[in-house]
């Protein structure tokens, strides 16, 4: 996998960690321009949006990650919390 | 204890009726339907079937001594207007009625209705308006001055603490609440986040991204906030 890719996904996290959701949205962005067909990207994009109460923007981006990764559980409970929330 | 009186048990007297009893209110419910009446008997205090037209009949009621009455006659705009004319003739003190048009309320006015209801008219302008707005997640009414709002911290708010914010000076209104998304760290090393409440936040507690205020204050000054 790209490093740079690599470096960009962590660099999400860290600012998930600090509650930084627009800035790891950015973050997100540059990755996916790199590379858009990881799961993890599209879960991480998820959080971000949930976390910022975008609810629809959360639901496309853990929708997708289950796409790419219908096995993905942690994405597939969002979703489901999302839903019925 | 209020009392209530309710006329007629359609959809929207009789979940009135039965919101009033569980509010341990006590109810009188009454319709011409006897079926409707059998419905609520025994969940309301008392439940009866009468022309609610017939002034002699709620005399013997002894309509008068009830606080309010809720008049939710189905399709029949002439009884919903005789019932209300009757009811403040006969001294009640309050009268709520639901109207189906505009004109059935003009008329509602004028021989004396307290209060005018549009109960699909409303709940349709409060979904329009939870829908055209998502940051806004619930009101609740405490008085017809004050209210509770949640809603999305404004971004203008955010790495700030309260009392950099002065929230109360500012807008008048008080944080009693901020539910928060708390991230960690999964086993697995991936990003996740548990929901936390501060409830009664003090001064040096910061507005962070995607927090959720629970504000008390009056509707003007929340919707001061609502539109920053």
Redesign the interface.
Known sequence: MNSDYTDLLELSEFYILSQKYEEAIKILKKAQKLNNREPKLYYNLGIAYEALNDRDKALNSFRQALSLDPKFKAAQEHLDRLIKG | MRQFVVIGLGRFGSSIARALTEKNFEVLAMDRSEEKVKEIEGIVSQAVVVDATDERTLKELGIKEFDTAIVSIGENIEDSIMVTLLLKELGVKQVIVKAHNELHAKILQKVGADRIVFPEKEMGEKLAESLAS??IFDYIELSTEYGILEI?APKKFCDKTLSELKLREKFGVSVMAIKR?M????AD?????KEEIIIGPGGVDEI???D?LVLLGKYKDLNKIEKL
């Open positions: 998502p940051k999305v998304k991230p960690y760290t999964k090393g991936s990003p996740d986040f962070l991204q995607g959720v």
